[in-house]
């Protein structure tokens, strides 16, 4: 008698282990769910005419956003010949960019919120400006 009580004591503790695991796991699931319904983002489009980039195969976009990757954020090419792409960014903040044509020319966008003197070469970034949320 004294061997199957213990024997089922022993079950009921490692059901009872096993459901304190589930539920530290449910615990963690939710806290990360919670996370990513608070996290905000603004979805920017960026649009270069294609007068910029006549006769290009390829733009993509580069900047802060994407750690200043050439290749990262390919553009989608429009019937109308421009380039377009949406990103979402983080809002509050200010992000430098530019075009890369074909991977061998620099464009500055041409209705940037404003310009600033880049760190490399002589040129100046394109910048957008993303509003903080309300």
């Keep these: 008698m004294k061997m199957k009580q213990f024997a089922l004591l022993g079950i009921n503790c490692w059901v009872n282990y096993i459901k304190q695991i589930i539920e530290n796991k449910n615990k963690n699931k939710k806290t990360e769910e919670k996370f990513l319904e608070t996290k905000k983002v603004r979805s920017i489009t960026f649009r270069l005419p294609k007068v910029a980039a006549t ?27 421009d380039y377009s792409i ?49």
Aim: aromatic share 10%; with cysteine; glycine share 6%.
């Design 55 to 81: 006769d290009s195969k390829n733009v993509c976009i580069v900047g802060d956003f994407n750690n200043w990757n050439t290749h990262a954020n390919p553009m989608k090419k429009l019937k109308d010949g």
């Design 86 to 134: 949406k990103l979402d960014l983080e809002p509050g903040r200010e992000y430098q960019f530019r075009y890369l044509i074909d991977q061998l020319k620099w464009e500055n966008d041409r209705s940037a919120d404003k310009y600033v003197r880049s760190d490399y070469g002589d040129c100046d970034n394109s910048v957008v400006i993303v509003d903080a949320l309300d």
